[in-house]
């Protein structure tokens, strides 16, 4: 089956101008890298993106979730298959305390949302970059709050294209990590459970939480987030700075000299100069401390 079939089909699918072949992906992802996907989808209801799915099932055609391409990088050669993203699936709902997020919804922007309610709890998420489907998927946290804390279920789809509910127990949450993860499963929505707060405390935390983060990451330049994971009882970034690899890195791409746990694209970097320095930096702290660090990011695509 030739890429235009493909496209020919989909479009039964989804609205023809939600599909584009051989799509650029460097503005999908928060890196700024990649090279183009064979195809790229954006359903706009949970019908066409469970169809979507079925079909690259039934026809055997790779398939790959891209959501605000905040965790991820894209290798130069690009995705072959179909890439599918549910930016258009963005749809909060706040109903009390109990607030309902479709996948493509941004992090940040519940977070704004249920503050505005004087709800608490989901503060921590304020400065995460990310959709609300990638934050299930690697159990999204930062400054001591995290997406188990106040999940209650969430709709996803099967690789199949089959609907499941999962509830908190279902969803095997841990440290960025998940059974959607785990099953390559494409989240549809969550749904979390908050308490009612006092809005000036609300405020006072999200202002001290955005200090912290524009203090002390480089949101300047374009970057993949924290790359690696916390080892056991050490800090990555605290690794990487007493390995001397700040303002090192190859190509366009460099270790932060703001954040050690940040690896960005200084200058045009390509995907290739970004993994290249990521592993300069797996490397170098396995020569010196003996940690193997391990990534946080998801590397896709082909060199």
Same mark, same amino acid.
């Given at each position: 089956?030739?890429?235009?079939?493909?496209?020919?089909?989909?479009?039964?699918?989804?609205?023809?101008?939600?599909?584009?072949?051989?799509?650029?992906? #460097?503005?999908?992802?928060?890196?700024?890298?990649?090279?183009?996907?064979?195809?790229?989808?954006?359903?706009?209801?949970?019908?066409?993106?469970?169809?979507?799915?079925?079909?690259?099932?039934?026809?055997? &055609?790779?398939?790959?979730?891209?959501?605000?391409?905040?965790?991820?990088? +894209?290798?130069?050669?690009? +995705?072959?298959? &179909?890439?599918?993203?549910?930016?258009?699936?963005?749809?909060?709902?706040?109903?009390?305390?109990? +607030?309902?997020?479709?996948?493509?919804?941004?992090? =940040?922007?519940?977070?704004?949302?249920?503050?505005?309610?004087?709800?608490?709890?989901?503060?921590?998420?304020?400065?995460?970059?990310?959709?609300?489907?990638?934050?299930?998927?690697?159990?999204?946290?930062?400054?001591?709050?995290?997406?188990?804390?106040?999940?209650?279920?969430?709709?996803?789809?099967?690789? #199949?294209?089959?609907?499941?509910?999962?509830? *908190?127990?279902?969803?095997?949450?841990?440290?960025? *990590?998940?059974?959607?993860?785990?099953?390559?499963?494409?989240?549809?929505?969550?749904?979390?459970?908050? !308490? !009612? /707060?006092?809005?000036?405390?609300?405020?006072?935390?999200?202002?001290?939480?955005?200090?912290?983060?524009?203090?002390?990451?480089?949101?300047?330049?374009?970057?993949?987030?924290?790359?690696?994971?916390?080892?056991?009882?050490?800090?990555?970034?605290?690794?990487?700075?007493?390995?001397?690899?700040?303002?090192?890195?190859?190509?366009?791409? !460099?270790?932060?000299?703001?954040?050690?746990?940040? &690896?960005?694209?200084?200058?045009?970097?390509?995907?290739?100069?970004?993994?290249?320095? &990521?592993?300069?930096?797996?490397?170098?702290? =396995?020569? *010196?401390?003996?940690?193997?660090?391990?990534?946080?990011?998801?590397? +896709? /695509?082909?060199?």
């Amino acid at each position: 089956m030739t890429l235009q079939q493909w496209a020919v089909d989909l479009a039964q699918i989804v609205n023809p101008e939600n599909i584009k072949t051989k799509e650029s992906l #460097k503005k999908y992802t928060m890196t700024k890298l990649g090279g183009e996907a064979d195809i790229f989808v954006m359903p706009e209801t949970e019908q066409q993106a469970q169809a979507v799915v079925e079909y690259a099932y039934t026809n055997n &055609i790779p398939l790959l979730m891209l959501g605000n391409g905040s965790n991820m990088v +894209v290798r130069d050669g690009g +995705v072959r298959g &179909i890439v599918i993203n549910f930016a258009k699936l963005d749809t909060i709902q706040i109903d009390g305390t109990r +607030v309902y997020a479709q996948s493509g919804a941004l992090i =940040k922007e519940v977070s704004k949302r249920v503050a505005a309610e004087s709800l608490t709890g989901f503060e921590f998420a304020c400065g995460i970059p990310g959709s609300i489907g990638g934050a299930m998927a690697m159990n999204a946290g930062a400054y001591g709050g995290e997406i188990k804390d106040v999940i209650v279920e969430t709709v996803v789809l099967t690789s #199949k294209g089959e609907r499941l509910v999962l509830s *908190k127990d279902d969803l095997e949450l841990g440290y960025r *990590k998940s059974v959607i993860a785990k099953n390559g499963y494409y989240v549809l929505s969550a749904t979390f459970q908050l !308490e !009612e /707060g006092d809005q000036a405390a609300i405020d006072a935390k999200i202002a001290d939480l955005t200090y912290q983060r524009e203090s002390k990451q480089p949101l300047e330049y374009p970057s993949a987030g924290s790359v690696f994971k916390r080892p056991p009882g050490n800090f990555a970034g605290k690794l990487i700075q007493e390995s001397d690899l700040q303002g090192k890195g190859v190509g366009g791409a !460099e270790v932060s000299e703001k954040h050690a746990g940040f &690896i960005i694209n200084k200058n045009n970097a390509t995907a290739s100069d970004y993994i290249q320095t &990521i592993e300069m930096v797996q490397r170098v702290v =396995k020569e *010196k401390f003996d940690v193997q660090l391990e990534l946080e990011v998801k590397i +896709v /695509g082909e060199d």
